[in-house]
């Protein structure tokens, strides 16, 4: 394989919580009318729970990313990453476009996910908001410590003003960054679209499921039962200093548009004739995707993940 970019078509696989279009209006392209693709999961080398190939990125000459990764993840991660990780990736990234609030739900760790779910990887969250309607929020975080009857009560009754009630309203805006650590009950609200980096599994417990395209109670629990599900949530209050610290130092600055045949911190020079469409990069060390061509991402250079 070459260091060239490889161009990557949409990959959003059919989620139970709506979009708003949001994806489609950042790529410049047409919606698909199906109204429940909130996610596109670029350069991913991870399938939906319980649903491969779904989440899975298949290259233009149609062999899946992950399966060329592991045929030589040392031309695809250089060895600086296959040195510390060997052929995982370590990393998922995505675009998410909240059309609704999603549920409140909560992501296990690394140990409880080796423990009950034979995976390495849990499921730590970096959020960085692209964009956000006035009043947005993200719900995170109980706000006292709640005991595992309370919240067991809670969840078999769907007492979803109870569970809300329980956690923080964490407004952003964009050019907001949050870390969401693993067992961390958290809800994305609606109007926002964000850049998700994540530990790359596809591990969700839900806390609540009314008014959502999902039979949460047979569903919700990753086939554990929502009696050793729910120990993976952490229950620990937080406070708003301990929030607080959860905010990168970027929160607040709205990325700035660059040049499309530019990488961040190149020389400055004049306007290409594809920057009107306005392209973002987002960065992960030595990996970088790019929104440059309308309907389309780029994925250059090696991942990266600490």
């Known amino acids: 394989m070459t260091a060239e970019p490889v161009q990557l078509p949409p990959n959003q696989p059919r989620s139970f919580y709506r979009d708003s279009g949001a994806i489609a209006r950042f790529r410049r392209t047409a919606p698909d009318g199906d109204g429940y693709r909130p996610e596109d999961w670029v350069a ?3 399938p939906r729970f319980a649903q491969a190939p779904a989440g899975l990125t298949t290259l233009p000459d149609g062999t899946r990313l992950a399966a060329a990764v592991a045929a030589d993840p040392g031309a ?6 296959t ?11 995505k675009l998410l476009d909240a059309g609704q609030r999603l549920p409140l739900h909560s992501h296990p760790d690394r140990a409880f996910a080796r423990a009950h779910l034979g995976s390495a990887h849990g499921k730590t969250e ?9 009043g947005a929020e993200i719900r995170m975080g109980f706000t006292r410590d709640v005991t595992a ?17 329980a956690v923080h309203r964490v407004p952003v ?13 958290h809800a994305i609200g609606a109007g926002v679209l964000l850049v998700e980096l994540q530990e790359p599994t596809d591990f969700s417990v839900l806390l609540e499921w009314e008014g959502y395209a999902i039979d949460g ?3 919700g629990h990753l086939g554990l039962g929502f009696g050793r599900a729910l120990a993976a949530v952490d229950r620990t209050g937080v406070d708003a200093a301990a929030l607080a610290r959860l905010r990168g130092p970027g929160a607040g600055v709205a990325p700035a548009p660059v040049c499309c045949h530019r990488r961040p911190g190149a020389p400055s020079g004049p306007s290409c004739a594809g920057a009107s469409r306005r392209p973002r990069w987002t960065r992960a060390s030595r990996y970088w995707w790019s929104s440059t061509a309308p309907g389309r991402s780029a994925l250059s250079g090696a991942v990266h993940w600490r």
């Open 173 to 185: 805006a964009a050019g907001d960054a949050l870390l969401c650590p693993a067992g961390m009950p």
């Open 83 to 93: 040195g510390a990780y060997g052929a995982d990736t370590a990393l998922l990234v």
């Open 44 to 46: 991913s080398t991870t």
């Open 217 to 219: 109670a047979t569903e």
């Open 126 to 134: 970096a959020w960085f908001v692209v964009d956000a309607a006035p």
């Open 149 to 165: 009857d309370e919240l067991a009560g809670w969840v078999e009754r769907g007492d979803t003003e109870a569970l809300h009630g």
């Open 76 to 81: 695809w991660l250089g060895p600086e990453h």
